[in-house]
């Protein structure tokens, strides 16, 4: 059974960091292209970032470009994702997630966590 613990979330102010973690059980985390996925506040969900399962092949929504930092470690299956000089923007629920890699999107997600909520203030 796949299960995804997302944490790290909280308030932040406009500008600052905080950095997501994800650890998942399951499946073989080490052969499995990973990835962010958001949903704020009466939004759709939407791509973040993704990585393949050596790390050689990283996306990023263009939103997100410079300023996320995606990344993992295949010997705690745990995927990582460093977020700085956040905006308003930013505000939603975080949720990491299997899939395929496609351009600035994760394909064939079949399984989800709990998410944790990131909130940028003013």
């Known amino acids: 059974q796949v299960r995804l613990v997302e944490s790290g979330g909280g308030l932040v102010q406009a500008g600052g960091s905080l950095r997501l973690s994800c650890v998942a059980s399951?499946?073989?985390?080490?052969?499995?292209?990973m990835g962010w996925l958001r949903q704020a506040p009466g939004k759709e969900r939407e791509f973040v970032a993704s990585?393949?399962?050596?790390?050689?092949?990283?996306n990023y929504d263009d939103s997100v470009k410079g300023r996320f930092t995606i990344s993992r470690d295949n010997t705690k299956n745990t995927l990582t994702l460093q977020m700085s000089g956040l905006k308003l923007g930013d505000t939603a629920v975080y949720y990491c997630?299997?899939?395929?890699?496609?351009?600035?999107?994760?394909?064939?997600?079949?399984?989800w966590g709990q998410g944790t909520r990131v909130t940028v203030s003013s």
């Open positions: 399951g499946f073989h985390f080490g052969s499995a292209a």
């Open positions: 997630a299997p899939g395929k890699l496609a351009s600035q999107s994760l394909l064939g997600i079949e399984s």
């Open positions: 990585m393949s399962w050596g790390g050689g092949t990283i």
